[in-house]
């Protein structure tokens, strides 16, 4: 049996008739093969990595729309100073789903001891994962470049 094969992202579809649970890091994919809460397998097989949102969906071409939903994953709740916390954060480039009383983070043993020396309180949880997109409209922040050409510092 061959699988449904797409390489369209659907900005905000309405039409989902099944959906996807993906990791914060599995959705930055290119190609692959992924299964639904329904069983359907297919693959997703796109001209080029891309970050894949929560809420956004992969279009079959079969008609059918299958939306994307941020997994459970293992993250620390950072509370305390939130303002300074942040900045250490994004200054690491790690990231950082921002609420008002709290941030999330992955798990990562090095940075959460980094937040306790600096007074953060971490809390372990298991929740769904959407960090801030990069602030040059990418969903991403791999590497510390802007545009096609980085800058020293």
Not at 10 to 19: A, E, I, L, S
Not at 73 to 78: F, N, S, T
Not at 89 to 112: S, Y
Request: net charge negative; hydrophobic share 35%.
């Amino acid at each position: 049996m061959t699988l449904p094969v797409t390489q369209t992202v659907v900005p905000h579809p309405d039409n989902c008739t099944d959906r996807v649970h993906l990791t914060y890091d599995d959705r930055f994919l290119r190609r692959k093969v992924l299964t639904t809460e329904r069983g359907l397998r297919f693959l997703v097989d796109l001209e080029q990595t891309t970050s894949v949102d929560h809420g956004q969906g992969f279009a079959l071409p079969n008609g059918a729309c299958i939306e994307v939903v941020a997994a459970e994953e293992a993250l620390y709740a950072v509370t305390g100073d939130l303002t300074r916390l942040a900045w250490h954060v994004g200054n690491r480039h790690t990231p950082c789903q921002i609420e008002g009383a709290r941030l999330l983070i992955q798990r990562d043993p090095v940075i959460g001891h980094m937040l306790e020396h600096l007074g953060a309180v971490l809390q372990e949880v298991n929740e769904p994962f959407t960090p801030e997109g990069g602030a040059y409209g990418h969903g991403r922040t791999h590497a510390h470049e802007h545009g096609h050409t980085a800058h020293a510092h």
